[in-house]
């Protein structure tokens, strides 16, 4: 917040892609903030949990969010800037109530951790949907982006730094990634590409699948 406040004096809401602390770490310091409703209903069981383990994965001091004063975003939803209006597309996998936000002014996609950002797609948290959902998902994504194919898409993430060097695959990210990662998640299902492990948390089996620009992190047992 003291930053945005370096840039305007207009009232500033929060609008979040998804309720992932990485997203959201700061969002007790804004009198209003958006989430997709999804996301609101998952947060005692799923969320809220992952929020509070999420301090000591990224060594960070806690930090209370009002959570039950979140307001619901819905698909379709739209923010009015005054002369600018974005608007809100579900796209849910990463998390439950994961949004895509539109500005169609600017041609920008704002898209969180949707389908790809930084180096490989998450898909391994608690709360993340099992492969044959995100197919399904991206499917439905797909058709629907369609028109804003050539977009400038905004990540959540320019690398998400974990994984390895060798996979700055979804950066940049852009139409052809979300198409690759509907053809990554049948080549899964299928059995026709491999897994290779990634320690990116201890004990935790974790595996990297990738097709071209597309690439996702997950434990096997959500290949279903
Ligand atoms: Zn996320
Ligand atoms: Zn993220």
């Avoid at 209006?85 to 579900?90: G, K, L, W, Y």
């Avoid at 796209?91 to 041609?107: K, L, N």
């Avoid at 994504?141 to 905004?154: D, E, S, T, V």
Wanted: proline share 7%; hydrophobic share 40%; aromatic share 10%.
């Amino acid at each position: 917040m003291p930053l945005l406040r370096t840039l305007t004096d207009l009232p500033i809401d929060l609008v979040l892609t998804h309720a992932h602390i990485d997203h959201m770490y700061h969002a007790g310091e804004f009198e209003r903030v958006y989430v997709g409703a999804d996301d609101i209903r998952a947060w005692r069981k799923t969320l809220g949990p992952l929020y509070a383990a999420g301090h000591i994965l990224y060594h960070l001091p806690p930090k209370q969010v009002r959570f039950r004063r979140f307001q619901p975003v819905r698909d379709g939803d739209c923010f009015d800037l005054g002369g600018l209006t974005i608007q809100a597309m579900s796209a849910p996998g990463h998390t439950p109530g994961s949004m895509i936000y539109i500005d169609a002014e600017h041609r920008i996609l704002f898209t969180g951790d949707a389908f790809g950002s930084g180096e490989a797609s998450w898909m391994w948290l608690p709360g993340c949907a099992p492969v044959s959902k995100l197919q399904s998902n991206f499917t439905v994504l797909l058709n629907r982006l369609k028109p804003y194919a050539q977009y400038r898409f905004m990540g959540g993430h320019r690398l998400q730094g974990i994984v390895n060097e060798k996979h700055p695959r979804s950066n940049p990210l852009n139409y052809g990634v979300l198409q690759n990662m509907v053809k990554l998640c049948g080549d899964m299902l299928s059995g026709a590409v491999e897994g290779h492990r990634v320690h990116l948390v201890p004990l935790l089996p974790l595996y990297v699948y990738t097709f071209q620009t597309a690439s996702m992190v997950i434990h096997k047992r959500s290949i279903h």
